[in-house]
């Protein structure tokens, strides 16, 4: 139990174009999501905390404008980056917190999705 | 504010020899501590977590962690290395103030070697 994938795996696009990644918990509800992301040998970064029918909360130096989140039912949350640039090639990681559980409880992970804009 | 440091960014450890990994926390209340693993290219695995009950944890694939709260460390070991060990390794931590927001470390790259 407590799946949680992400699509697309791996995307290429052009610079200026927008790219829309998908978060699913497959066999539970989620009331809150995160996005991160890493960089090459890097640890992850949080970007943002998606509540389900709520705006995003981000973290501080990250762009609300270039990276939307949506998070409109309790089994999926998109991460859009608009406009892509090259210096947002990355490896997008999408997490998942059960409904319920209050806080600490444990987050479970997507696969992940490596952008690269050209 | 919390804060983990993962000190030593490559470990290499022989097949069979004790893998230890180390882990020191900052945190202003009491911590919820993770140990994460990741393959090339893909997400992250939960090995285990510490939540405040057993200060020895017990987590899959034979990885333990002991919390010492007057170190303020959570260490992983396992006892005898095995090659398909190799990966990436995250210590994590949140705490009540943070919600359930994870802070992670900056990694171990374990290498079993031969």
């Known amino acids: 139990g407590a799946v949680v994938s992400q699509h697309p795996s791996r995307v290429i696009c052009k610079s200026g174009t927008s790219v829309k990644i998908e978060c699913r918990s497959l066999d539970f509800q989620a009331t809150t999501m995160f996005w991160y992301r890493q960089f090459p040998k890097k640890s992850l970064m949080l970007m943002a905390t998606?509540?389900?029918?709520?705006?995003?909360?981000?973290e501080q130096g990250v762009e609300k404008d270039k990276f939307l989140i949506n998070h409109a039912s309790l089994t999926l949350s998109t991460l859009t980056v608009t406009s892509a640039h090259p210096e947002d090639s990355s490896f997008y990681i999408c997490?998942?917190?059960?409904?319920?559980?209050?806080?600490?409880?444990?987050?479970?992970f997507g696969p992940g999705t490596r952008l690269t804009v050209l | 504010a919390q804060s983990v440091t993962q000190l030593g960014s490559h470990v290499s450890v022989s097949e069979g020899a004790l893998v230890l990994l180390r882990c020191n926390y900052s945190?202003?209340?009491?911590?919820?501590l993770f140990w994460y693993v990741q393959y090339p290219n893909q997400g992250l695995q939960l090995l285990l977590k510490y939540t405040s009950a057993a200060t020895l944890v017990k987590g899959i694939n034979g990885f333990e962690a002991e919390f010492k709260k007057s170190e303020t460390s959570f260490h992983l070991t396992k006892p005898s290395a095995h090659m398909s060990d190799a990966a990436e390794y995250f210590c994590a931590v949140s705490g009540a103030g943070g919600g359930n927001k994870l802070t992670f470390g900056t990694g171990t790259q374990l290498k079993v070697e031969l």
């Open positions: 998606s509540n389900e029918g709520s705006k995003a909360t981000y």
């Open positions: 997490s998942a917190s059960l409904a319920g559980q209050g806080l600490n409880n444990e987050q479970f």
């Open positions: 945190s202003s209340v009491p911590p919820y």
